[in-house]
């Protein structure tokens, strides 16, 4: 996608040096967009667990460049099971994390110590481009939605909700719910987005809304609390958003909020649509509310918020009152009943277990 009229991946490597990893500070967004340079591993795993970087595509390809990172330290196999396993263990509910590193260590197990670091740097870039193209082959399935929709109000725009950021920030380019949101606009049709500000890291309102303006895509940022409201009164007309985790039965691990958004979807009627490239997808897993881990992050996210002061400064207040204990669950989870269906980028289709077998057959 382009800043300014410049094409970006989210993840890339140093085109001067040809082996370190760059990445946006998506943590100083949207206030300074911040390039960082990943020299090590480990500086590739705080990326991860402090959220630099985020995203369940966007985690799984950086890491893939972290192990690289890992291998030039110390290429010997030992090593990289040791540096393999305390990158899967960054964040625990994106699935694509430990689908990345463990396609990283089927390529490079059998390789020598001499040829593993050329074979990692090929395979991460390999996790990369495939997850920009199932992000454009994405885009083009959830196109086809909308433009159903504009056909059935012609002269009246299409009215989308989205939550998180599951844009091409999340992802290593175009993003999941985002690219059919993009393409839409490049492809003329009318639209606004309704963007939940996604408390408590307000990545819809930092990331999403930054990214959709950047592009120049009609957007308002809402309260959580107020997307019920808008589609009971009519004023949305699909709801569409990205996954964590997916499990082989079509329930959706995404966001701390998705699943009330589900429900008063489902209460009004209004289609509720999920983007999820086959990385996201837990074959292992059938039930989704018991068996995906789901991450608690820490309290201060809840009882602080982050901002920009009139002056310009970045600032840290409380808002909780002083004393109160916050959770903060970072996930959960929507029962496949209801989400409308899933946008692969293999097509689209129903959130059951034969639903994905029927795209994904080699899975029977
Ligand atoms: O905690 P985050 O910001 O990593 O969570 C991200 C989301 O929940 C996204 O919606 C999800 O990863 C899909 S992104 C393509």
Redesign the pocket.
């Known amino acids: 996608m382009k800043i300014d009229g410049v094409p970006y991946r989210s993840v890339w490597i140093d085109a001067e040096d040809g082996w370190s990893v760059r990445i946006f500070d998506?943590t100083r967004l949207p206030w300074a967009l911040e390039i960082l340079r990943l020299t090590d591993c480990a500086q590739a795993a705080h990326a991860i667990r402090s959220?630099q970087v985020?995203?369940?595509?966007?985690?799984g390809a950086v890491a893939a460049y972290g192990l690289c990172l890992a291998l030039r330290a110390d290429p010997t196999a030992d090593a990289m099971e040791r540096d393999a396993a305390m990158l899967a263990a960054t964040?625990p509910?994106?699935i694509?994390l430990r689908w990345a590193l463990d396609r990283m260590l089927l390529r490079l197990r059998p390789t020598q110590s001499a040829d593993r670091i050329a074979a990692a740097y090929a395979e991460a870039a390999a996790i990369a481009d495939e997850d920009a193209a199932q992000?454009e082959a994405m885009g083009r399935y959830g196109l086809e939605l909308i433009r159903g929709i504009a056909d059935t109000k012609p002269g009246r725009r299409v009215d989308l909700l989205t939550?998180?950021?599951?844009?091409w920030l999340?992802?290593v380019d175009w993003?999941?719910?985002l690219a059919p949101i993009y393409m839409a606009h490049d492809a003329g049709i009318d639209l606004h987005v309704w963007v939940d500000e996604?408390r408590p890291?307000n990545?819809g309102a930092a990331?999403t809304a930054w990214e959709l303006g950047r592009h120049g895509v009609p957007h308002t940022v809402i309260a959580d609390n107020a997307g019920g409201h808008f589609m009971q009164h009519g004023m949305v007309d699909m709801a569409i958003?990205?996954?964590?985790r997916v499990t082989r039965t079509g329930d959706v691990?995404?966001?701390i909020g998705?699943y009330l958004k589900a429900l008063a979807a489902r209460d009004c009627g209004v289609p509720f649509w999920v983007?999820c490239?086959s990385t996201?997808i837990d074959w292992t897993v059938a039930d989704g509310l018991h068996d995906i881990p789901i991450?608690e992050?820490s309290p201060a996210e809840v009882t602080d918020l982050t901002g920009r002061t009139a002056d310009g400064a970045i600032a840290t207040i409380r808002v909780a009152a002083m004393g109160s204990p916050a959770a903060n669950p970072?996930?959960d989870v929507t029962p496949g009943r209801l989400v409308t269906g899933l946008i692969t980028e293999r097509g689209r289709c129903a959130a059951t277990a034969e639903g994905l077998l029927g795209l994904f057959p080699e899975r029977r």
């Open positions: 998506q959220m985020r995203g369940a595509p966007l985690i964040r509910t994106a694509n992000c939550h998180c950021n599951a844009g999340a992802t993003g999941t719910a996604t890291r990545q990331l958003v990205g996954t964590d691990a995404n966001k998705t983007a490239p996201t991450e992050r970072a996930f």
